[in-house]
């Protein structure tokens, strides 16, 4: 590959990794992702990552905070619903069994 070539190759792969940022994704996501549908090595994406969060920490700190506390949210709000159907259906049993104990008093 030539200079120019690799440039372009280089500009593209940076390309495909912003477009997997703006999905949310992680390095490896974006690893595995653009090595199945593009057929780039890992490698290849992993070092182009890296350059790039060397020259914007910044965003690449609030990014990764950013994913960190939507995966907390997402972890809090599963946590939430199995806790919330977890007391109704206790609710439900209790209901059932209540209405088990009525039927046999009949």
């Known amino acids: ?15 495909l990794i912003e477009e997997c940022i703006i999905f949310n994704t992680t390095r490896e ?3 595995e992702a653009l090595s199945k549908h593009a057929n780039i090595k890992p490698i290849i994406t992993s070092t182009v990552w890296k350059e790039l969060e060397k ?3 910044e965003f690449f700190e609030a990014y990764t905070n950013s994913r960190e506390a939507a995966r907390e949210s997402k972890t809090e709000r599963k946590q ?27």
């Open 1 to 15: 590959m030539g200079d120019s070539s690799s440039a372009s190759y280089i500009h593209m792969v940076h390309h």
């Open 80 to 106: 939430r619903i199995q806790k919330m159907l977890s007391g109704h259906l206790s609710q439900a049993d209790t209901d059932e069994s209540s209405c088990t104990t009525t039927e046999s008093d009949d």
């Open 29 to 31: 996501e974006c690893m």
């Open 55 to 57: 020259e914007n920490k």
